[in-house]
């Protein structure tokens, strides 16, 4: 269980965020989210990121209720709602590390528009993006990362509409950071989750997720176990694809986009008030 | 020094003054001059004007905010006031004390954006759905803009609710001279003073008046739009479902008494008006119009705060009320709650304008004069024929 984790750096890690009380969690056996939250806790903890500096904001769904077992500033919103709500708080206190955490239906879906404008306003927060390619915490629907022609509970005869890029999404709305990684790399995502931590502005690292008890199920793929092989089988790293946007079957994973920083919007805004204040004594 | 300002203006000056420090909204008529103001004005005082990419990341920017500390508000108006109602909902669950401004237009849809309305009062009691407790306040001048606007930041801070200030376009673009004070006072928290161990950020069991501690303070504070337990964390366990919904609804029953506020005048007279906001300026006008023309006197009840709807205090104001009229922008809405505070006898007269246009005196004195079929017939003498307006030119 993962309150018994074994003691040395790690354990400690896990113990520094960790809310003991809460467990055992929610989550299926098999899910990714655990995985990534753990990757996530180790990244923080790994970059010397506080409890009392962070602040973990999410929004509704199976990603989304990470936060609650978390021992630091906790943030769950509404659904789809994190960004906008972590917007505010980065604002009011922007000496705080905002992550975003939640689902691709989450992020991408009903908040796809606040993930836009909060690439292009470049906000300093860090999104970590679960994609499992459905709504897992209300039974396995499709959603906008479901790929065309598979079936889910509203897609009884197969998805007719087209699925799309969550980092094509954040490079062309404007971030900073963009990378990709899976819950089988747990290295190279904890790799990725850092390098986005320590950017400043509006950084993407979409995490490829298993939720066997859904998408595995109804794609025939099978348990936790057989969707970390299919993981491990089709990802290919970015150095080796000519054209990271056009791969349709395999997961390129890697970094996506980093691009020389400009300054964040709590930077822009405070330009904002010194040019404000000059006008008055002027 | 006096100033000729609109409602929209004061309502932005009280913001201010009484420590509004961050503003996040989406342009709409007829609320913009509100937002325009804070974008000015904000980045001088050190806060922040954020304009969202719609009303929904609007109040959620404004929860965040006020989450981390910050006085925050919102201004819009009826479709912006409608993509709120969720963000509201978590106002009141997580219990962030900010204030959102409805400058009512009429509905429904994008219905009459640069007209009148008071269409928006149930919709302030009601819009978000689940059982809620909610505050309202409902302006009728330039001045009351200020002062309501203070007042909704004074109620917001001590019961730990948002609170709804219910304007509409005649107020909001209404231009008056007034001096406002420089300086307002309001109420505010105190920072914990204990550790972390010992803070729970819904632990106040009896006075919501107690310390509060924000993000970035190292209380490691939960919030969410989950039912929860004293410490934030949600919870499925019906007793404690209960606790946080009871909760909630103490918050308005058990302080009802000092949140109720209105004003009232000449209630021995039989016939009773109830109104409030632009409505009431007409009521007013009616009152004098026709106490002149006929000598008899008619009393007049107006609420600042129209919701929680001071019931008591109404069963009590309308005792000797023989007939109660009801002018509103609308198609009748706080009528209903006025009924269930007269007996039912007493006939209550629903005066309705729905067509963009303020209600004018005249319409409120036909009222008054109209004879109203009653479940107890009133005495032959307490009939007065009505008269018409249209002839008198002092109208
Ligand atoms: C406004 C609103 N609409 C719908 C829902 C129902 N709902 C809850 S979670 C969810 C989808 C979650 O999917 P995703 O964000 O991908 O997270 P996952 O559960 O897959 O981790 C939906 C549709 C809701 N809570 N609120
Ligand atoms: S339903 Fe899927 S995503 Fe949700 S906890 Fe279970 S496996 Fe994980």
């Not at chain 1, 609650?68 to 509404?78: E, I, Q």
Request: charged share 25%.
């Amino acid at each position: 269980m993962l309150h018994e984790c074994p003691p040395g750096p790690v354990g400690d890690f896990l113990d520094r965020f960790r809310l003991d009380e809460r467990f055992p969690h929610i989550l299926c056996p098999g899910c990714g989210i655990g995985t990534a939250m753990g990757t996530m806790v180790r990244s923080l903890a790994e970059l010397g990121i506080g409890e009392d500096e962070l602040c973990v904001v999410s929004g509704i769904g199976c990603s989304s209720r990470v936060p609650g077992y978390m021992d630091t500033d906790t943030f769950h919103t509404l659904h789809g709602r994190a960004i906008p709500a972590a917007t505010g708080v980065k604002q009011a206190k922007p000496e705080l590390t905002l992550v975003v955490y939640g689902g691709d239906g989450d992020i991408m879906a009903i908040g796809g528009n606040h993930f836009i404008h909060a690439a292009r306003r470049n906000m300093d927060i860090t999104v970590f993006v679960v994609n499992n390619r459905t709504y897992a915490m209300t039974g396995g629907q499709y959603s906008p990362t479901t790929p065309t022609h598979e079936k889910a509970a509203t897609a009884p005869f197969g998805n007719c509409e087209r699925s799309f890029d969550i980092c094509f999404m954040a490079r062309a709305s404007g971030a900073m950071f963009v990378a990709r990684s899976t819950t089988y790399h747990v290295a190279h995502l904890k790799k990725m989750m850092k390098l986005a931590l320590t950017k400043t502005g509006f950084s993407v690292v979409e995490i490829v997720s298993q939720c066997p008890t859904l998408y595995g199920r109804h794609q025939r793929i099978g348990d936790g176990v057989k969707m970390l092989q299919w993981f491990r089988d089709n990802s290919v790293d970015v150095s080796k694809v000519e054209d990271p946007w056009q791969e349709q079957e395999r997961f390129v994973i890697g970094v996506l986009h980093d691009r020389e920083e400009v300054p964040p919007y709590t930077a822009l805004y405070q330009r904002v008030r010194e040019a404000a204040q000059q006008a008055d004594s002027a | 020094m006096p100033q000729l300002l609109s409602g929209n203006e004061a309502c932005a000056i009280g913001a201010l003054r009484a420590g509004v420090r961050f503003f996040a909204g989406y342009p709409i008529t007829p609320s913009t001059e509100i937002a325009e103001y804070f974008a000015r004005e904000l980045p001088r005082l050190g806060g922040t004007y954020i304009q969202m990419e719609d009303e929904i990341g609007s109040i959620c920017c404004m929860n965040g905010a006020t989450a981390a500390g910050l006085k925050a508000m919102t201004a819009t108006s009826g479709p912006g006031f409608s993509l709120m109602q969720e963000g509201i909902g978590y106002s009141i669950m997580a219990e962030l004390p900010c204030i959102i401004v409805n400058v009512m237009r009429g509905g429904p849809a994008t219905g009459t954006p640069t007209r009148s309305s008071q269409g928006d009062l149930m919709q302030a009691r009601h819009g978000t759905h689940g059982d809620h407790p909610i505050i309202a306040l409902c302006p009728w001048s330039v001045r009351e803009c200020f002062d309501l606007t203070v007042e909704a930041v004074d109620v917001s801070e001590r019961l730990r609710l948002p609170v709804i200030l219910l304007m509409d376009e005649v107020v909001g673009h209404m231009r008056e001279t007034v001096e406002l004070p420089l300086r307002v006072e309001t109420w505010k928290p105190s920072n914990p003073r204990r550790p972390k161990e010992e803070y729970f950020h819904y632990g106040d069991e009896t006075n919501y008046d107690s310390d509060i501690a924000s993000f970035g303070e190292g209380f490691r504070v939960h919030l969410t739009g989950l039912v929860h337990r004293k410490d934030g964390l949600p919870t499925n366990d019906p007793e404690t479902i209960r606790w946080n919904m009871d909760r909630l609804r103490r918050k308005v029953d058990d302080n009802a008494s000092w949140l109720w506020d209105l004003t009232y005048e000449d209630l021995g007279a039989e016939t009773v008006i109830v109104c409030y906001g632009s409505s009431a300026r007409s009521a007013t006008e009616a009152k004098n119009l026709y106490q002149r023309k006929t000598g008899r006197s008619v009393g007049i009840i107006r609420l600042r705060m129209v919701w929680p709807f001071p019931q008591q205090r109404m069963v009590s104001l309308l005792r000797s009320a023989r007939r109660v009229i009801v002018p509103e922008m609308n198609m009748g809405q706080m009528n209903r709650s006025v009924e269930r505070a007269v007996s039912p006898d007493v006939p209550v007269i629903s005066v309705q304008r729905y067509d963009g246009e303020m209600l004018t005196p005249g319409e409120i004195v036909d009222a008054i004069g109209r004879e109203v079929p009653s479940a107890r017939p009133l005495p032959e003498e307490d009939l007065h024929p009505g008269f018409s307006i249209a002839d008198d030119e002092e109208f």
